[in-house]
């Protein structure tokens, strides 16, 4: 995506005499720029007073607005790409300041119409190239600006309405995909507060006419039950009641209309040039079709919120709109199209996120200029003054929480996890008098309520919390959390704060962390460092001298048949000690895979190249089934205090074919793995696995697509030309590669099914046993929830990737015989996908 490229906050204009060194004598002076030097100044200082225009909504932007539309009057035909490239660029990526720009083209509609002319055919291009690649979130930034140019009377209320009953034209088309036309009607319902007040007062029959189609197709539509599998808290006041999104959204612009669309949170700067824009002329939109609905096609929808900020009944806390306000709604929309134009670049993201309290009435924010709250804290200490509590919504607390709603979003969050940590250490890096503080109250109210919150979540927040204490020299208030020791070790609390200082000691070290913590934490950190447990380190191991025969010809780099010749010796004399043919088997693969193991130990390219160098024998001792699952078995019992280098290994080794996908999930329901629930590194790689089983179905699918698409090109050159023998066997070469691709596709996406199909049967098998051992509490105990949640994270994670055998799924795994609660999450499972796939007709 295009990126605006930024502008220091302190920016001026800059003189000759500016750039001269202040400490040089005269004859040190620096060379004079070239002319083309100046050019490129005043283009890049032009950009940067377009960028900051309306950095604040303040009196002081109606004096700016008029410098802003004399200068681009007068550079526009100096510098017409940097103009237009910067104003398309603030149009489509700067969402909360749309007014402004919006009535700066308005002004220079008064005075200029010919410019306008072409900035309009730009803007206009842009949205029929967006509406082209069914470019929704960039559709929507376009309506939100043709809003308000209807505000700035730049355009007719009339062809405003024409464009958006154009995009509504779908909804009168029978047995369309659902999803397609809530992605439209959520598009409008979010843009049109901004300009609905001009609508109604200039076009009303027009403005009503939207509306009626608008309720006709929500009428038919229904209210979107709610999925249990999606809630991130499963009770309490964080519990974001899983209401429909779009409903709401509806029931607020109903409320808006009944209020004569009076939006007090709204700037409305062109309000300040009514009588200028009532003399100009207006400007034409283009005719467009609305974007049919594609399968590739990525839809826009509301955000969820997730309620942290609200007192026990909960009610919202007054540090911020409520919950149920068309207020909160806009902000929540304005940060969260903030956040998807910068999530490439995070320290920009940061200054736009901050700057959101600036681009709305002043009255509503409490101030967030460092300066200025120092100075008051200051005069007010002069004075002796008791310091008031202050008033207006804080901006950190609805940042913070909007962006933990994204990262906490299910099924999966919508961008990387590592982005939410950058965003957030930038956040607390720009306001350190602000953010820190707010970022502390967030965490510990979370906390306090973790035992409700849903097992992927808890998960979530502890790989955030851990990446995030890294960034700040892992100081926390520890302290504050004591009280959580006493408190069964498979606590959601108690594993939070384990898991939390495990990852912290993988981005940290061992003693570093250790010394970090209170002592009473010290319970819940490993006994000793990360580290091996080579099992014949003793030397009374009476497989110790054999192991050391192994490792040595290891070091020195010994070929394969070498040391299968050891190991067939080996072999050989627990024969002769009296060990049966499946023995000698054990004994021999355990020796070579633990040998090689330790030969590797020292860091991922010691063990990839060795692995590398007797990958042959590795995949000659793992030919059924049981080797590899006894594989697995011994690469996580030697790197049972390192869960990193395992992860990580396995990982390796599945790339290598040496064990398969059905060997790392037998072994994640061992016996030893389900004691332990409460860790989430076997899950972890579980997941991992299962997505290594997706990415390479997506690969082929790819692959095949792609020559596809080239035979498909290379058929129609092919038909313009006179047909040769050459041509003839390129044309068979390629759809003999074609059937190889699809041979290859069936085959990965069959071996997927086989896959998912396993695990399921896992998890049905383990939570069934244990809801039917006789213990009426058991879904209540901290180890069956655990499990569960697990369960749950792995059913709507991969709900598009079982949709194609959910008949086999409900034939195999969900019998009759199965535990209702366990078919519920399943019933869901389902649910989610007819939801994503039905039909409004």
């Not at 020791?485 to 594993?495: F, G």
Request: hydrophobic share 35%; glycine share 4%; charged share 25%.
């Amino acid at each position: 995506m295009h990126q605006l490229l930024p502008i220091p906050l302190n920016w001026r204009v800059f003189s000759i005499d500016d750039r001269r060194g202040s400490g040089y004598r005269r004859h040190h002076r620096q060379p004079s720029p070239s002319r083309d030097d100046d050019a490129e100044d005043i283009e890049v200082r032009l950009r940067g007073l377009i960028i900051k225009i309306g950095d604040k909504i303040s009196p002081e932007l109606k004096i700016n607005l008029n410098k802003m539309k004399n200068i681009l009057e007068n550079d526009y035909a100096k510098y017409p790409d940097t103009v237009k490239d910067t104003l398309k660029a603030c149009v489509t990526e700067l969402p909360a300041k749309a007014p402004v720009y919006g009535t700066l083209f308005g002004l220079l509609n008064v005075s200029s119409h010919e410019l306008v002319d072409k900035l309009m055919y730009e803007i206009n291009n842009l949205l029929k190239q967006a509406l082209a690649e069914a470019n929704w979130f960039k559709i929507k930034q376009l309506l939100r600006f043709y809003g308000e140019l209807v505000n700035a009377n730049v355009i007719l209320p009339t062809s405003y309405c024409t464009l958006i009953s154009t995009l509504l034209s779908a909804l009168d088309e029978p047995d369309q995909q659902r999803r397609h036309l809530d992605c439209i009607v959520y598009v409008i319902l979010s843009t049109l507060p901004w300009s609905a007040k001009e609508l109604s007062e200039r076009s009303t029959s027009n403005l009503d006419e939207i509306l009626h189609r608008i309720e006709t197709y929500m009428n038919r539509r229904g209210q979107i039950p709610n999925r249990d599998i999606l809630r991130r808290y499963r009770s309490g006041s964080h519990d974001d009641l899983q209401r429909d999104e779009l409903m709401h959204l509806w029931t607020h612009v109903q409320g808006l209309r009944n209020q004569g669309w009076n939006a007090p949170l709204l700037p409305k700067p062109y309000q300040w040039f009514d009588k200028e824009f009532s003399e100009a002329l207006q400007h034409d939109l283009p005719t467009i079709e609305s974007p049919k609905h594609t399968e590739s096609a990525k839809y826009t929808k509301p955000a969820r919120p997730l309620r942290i900020n609200v007192d026990d009944t909960g009610k919202s806390l007054p540090t911020g709109p409520d919950y149920d306000s068309f207020e909160y709604f806009i902000l929540q929309d304005i940060i969260a199209d903030t956040i998807h134009t910068f999530e490439s670049n995070r320290k920009e993201c940061s200054k736009y996120l901050l700057a959101i309290g600036n681009n709305f009435e002043t009255d509503k924010f409490r101030s967030n200029n460092s300066n200025q709250r120092q100075q008051q804290q200051q005069d007010d200490e002069d004075e002796n003054m008791e310091e008031e509590p202050p008033t207006g919504w804080n901006l950190a607390d609805l940042l913070i929480e909007n962006v933990f709603s994204q990262m906490l979003d299910l099924p999966a969050a919508p961008y990387r996890q590592v982005f939410y940590t950058c965003i957030l250490a930038e956040l607390c890096r720009a306001d350190s008098s602000l953010f820190p503080k707010a970022l502390g109250r967030t965490v510990k109210v979370m906390f306090d309520s973790i035992e409700d919150m849903d097992t992927a979540c808890i998960h979530r927040f502890s790989v955030w919390f851990a990446h995030h204490l890294s960034n700040f020299g892992f100081q926390w208030d520890w302290a504050a959390w004591q009280s959580a020791l006493s408190l069964d070790p498979t606590h959601p609390k108690v594993c939070f704060i384990r898991e939390t200082l495990e990852k912290d000691i993988r981005l940290s070290y061992y003693e570093r962390i250790k010394s970090t913590v209170p002592e009473p934490f010290h319970a819940l950190i490993p006994s000793q460092p990360p580290a091996p447990d080579f099992e014949y380190e003793n030397g009374d191991h009476p497989l110790h001298d054999s192991a050391k025969e192994v490792i040595n010809s290891m070091k020195t780099k010994k070929s394969s048949d070498d040391i299968q010749a050891i190991l067939q010796r080996f072999k050989e004399e627990q024969a002769k000690q009296g060990a049966d043919e499946q023995e000698q088997t054990k004994l021999t693969h355990e020796l070579f895979v633990q040998a090689m193991l330790l030969v590797g130990s020292k860091s991922f390219s010691h063990v990839l190249n060795v692995v590398e160098r007797y990958l042959e024998v590795l995949r000659f001792v793992n030919t059924t089934p049981e080797a590899r699952v006894h594989t697995v078995g011994v690469v996580a019992s030697f790197w049972k205090h390192n869960s990193q280098f395992l992860g990580i290994l396995l990982d390796k080794l599945l790339n290598y074919r040496v064990i398969d996908p059905t060997s790392v999930i037998t072994w994640a329901f061992e016996k030893q793995q389900l004691e332990h629930a409460e860790r989430s590194f076997a899950w972890e790689i579980l997941q991992n696995t299962l997505n290594k089983v997706v990415t390479r179905v997506a690969q082929v699918k790819s692959k095949l697509e792609g020559c596809q698409q080239m035979h498909e090109e290379n058929e129609a050159k092919r038909a313009k030309e006179t047909l040769t023998e050459m041509a003839q066997a390129e044309a068979q070469q390629e759809q003999d590669t074609l059937r190889l691709m699809e041979n290859s596709l069936s085959t990965v996406t069959r071996e997927q099914k086989e896959v998912f199909i396993v695990a399921y049967q896992k998890f049905v098998q383990v939570l069934q046993e244990k809801l039917t051992s006789g213990n009426p509490d058991m879904e209540v105990t901290w180890t069956y929830r655990w499990i569960f949640g697990w369960y749950r994270e792995m059913m709507r994670l991969y709900y598009k990737e079982c949709s194609g055998f959910l008949t086999t799924m409900e034939t195999v795994v969900f019998i009759n015989e199965i535990d209702e609660r366990i078919k519920a999450v399943f019933a869901d499972v389902k649910g989610i996908y007819q939801d994503e796939t039905s039909i409004v007709v």
